[in-house]
């Protein structure tokens, strides 16, 4: 599942404009990590060294961004 929202501030957010729902947070950060790309980091949410930290609710999320700026969510209900 995919979740998208219309923002103005596109590119310049600090928030997360895009989250995609995932079975397996795991291999996509290290996938992405691999690839090159950076998690974004947020102090007090209790990411571990890899950038994946527990999620509101249950289960966990990791945050990536994007070349323009953007900060994507992954998100996992494990």
């Known amino acids: 599942m995919l979740n998208v ?5 596109a590119g310049s957010t600090r928030a997360t404009v895009a989250t995609w729902y995932v079975d397996d947070i795991d291999a996509i950060v290290d996938e992405l990590t691999a690839a090159g ?3 974004v980091r947020y102090d007090g949410a209790g990411q571990d060294d890899r950038g994946i930290g527990p ?5 966990r999320i990791a945050w990536v961004g ?5 900060i994507l969510a992954l998100e996992t209900d494990t």
């Open 55 to 59: 999620r509101a609710g249950g289960g």
């Open 66 to 70: 994007d070349p323009d700026g953007n």
């Open 5 to 9: 929202f219309e923002t103005p501030n």
């Open 37 to 39: 790309a950076e998690l």
